[in-house]
């Protein structure tokens, strides 16, 4: 037995070399140079250099990060759906967040195509909007026409006639929610840019806050822009009665969710339903940036 085990092994391991040295020479006689054999990856390279980059994990199949439950949704990039917008022409849009979650506002992507027009949102709802990529063009309810690029806003009130138009592709972040009238208040539409807004005190905590609506009584919800350099943190370990809708704009980090620690990066979409225990830490070599839907001013009764 013994011999015959180690004339085995012996052979396995002449054959091994004799396969390689024919390998060897197969490259010598030129075959090597033929682009596809040129570009091609050893065998088993993934293997022995595994990775977890989330691209390879995309093209894992039937692998994601999104996950919905009770009380919090991670909706990652892969598992994005788009079809066209109801009332809007040469648009793509993707709900991401909806009432059918718990939620009382949506939250969409929405591409727009060349000779695109938005269609108007539902009686009494107000809609804000968030320029991603490219520009549009918005006509607003006197009739003037304001430039939006990348990372500018509008918000628009309730029943406030306008349009977005745009002659190339751009993408836009929307939410919209019906509005919760206060008597004897109402709202102005708001035309802006994030890097108009000035930085507000954040006592306690470390990260750079903006606001991009005002914080007075008439408006119903507020998006916050939020800056965390890598290594920095949220010191409370939130739980409240507000609800969120979450962009991760740039970075990486983990967020808590509930007993849950998701990596997530930029492109991703949260969904916090209101008490679910929330944290952010922010990782990697570059700011984390998330803009962050948060309704406000308004009795929770
Ligand atoms: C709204 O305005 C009217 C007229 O000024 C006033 O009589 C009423 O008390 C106001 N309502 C509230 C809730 O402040």
């Excluded at 949220?234 to 990596?263: C, F, T």
């Amino acid at each position: 037995m013994q011999s015959f085990s180690a004339f085995s092994v012996q052979s396995l391991f002449f054959a091994l070399i004799s396969l390689r040295l024919a390998e060897i020479s197969f490259c010598h006689e030129g075959f090597c140079s033929a682009p596809s054999i040129l570009n091609a990856q050893p065998l088993y390279w993934k293997v022995t250099q595994p990775t977890l980059s989330p691209s390879h994990l995309q093209d894992l199949p039937g692998f994601t990060r999104s996950v919905y439950k009770r009380d919090h949704a991670l909706i990652t990039p892969e598992s994005h759906v788009f079809s066209p917008l109801p009332d809007w022409t040469n648009t793509l849009g993707a709900y991401l967040i909806t009432p059918s979650m718990g939620s009382h506002f949506v939250m969409y992507l929405a591409k727009v195509q060349e000779n695109s027009k938005s269609g108007p949102p539902p009686s009494d709802v107000e809609r804000f909007l968030f320029v991603l990529g490219g520009k549009v063009t918005l006509t607003d309810t006197s009739g003037l026409k304001h430039k939006l690029e990348v990372d500018s806003y509008a918000y628009l009130p309730p029943n406030a006639e306008h349009s977005v138009q745009s002659d190339a592709s751009a993408t836009l972040v929307i939410f919209e929610r019906r509005y919760d009238y206060l008597e004897n208040h109402t709202t102005e539409q708001i035309i802006s840019s994030t890097n108009k807004q000035p930085l507000l005190e954040t006592p306690g905590e470390v990260f750079e806050l903006r606001k991009l609506l005002p914080t007075s009584l008439p408006y119903d919800f507020n998006i916050h822009i939020m800056d965390f350099q890598p290594g920095e943190f949220l010191n409370v370990k939130e739980v409240h009665y507000n609800q969120h809708g979450l962009l991760l704009l740039e970075g990486q980090g983990i967020y808590r969710l509930g007993d849950s620690w998701y990596p997530i990066q930029a492109g991703d979409t949260i969904w916090m339903a209101p008490f679910v225990p929330q944290w952010y830490a922010a990782l990697g070599k570059t700011k984390s940036r998330y803009l962050l839907y948060k309704d406000v001013n308004r009795n929770p009764l």
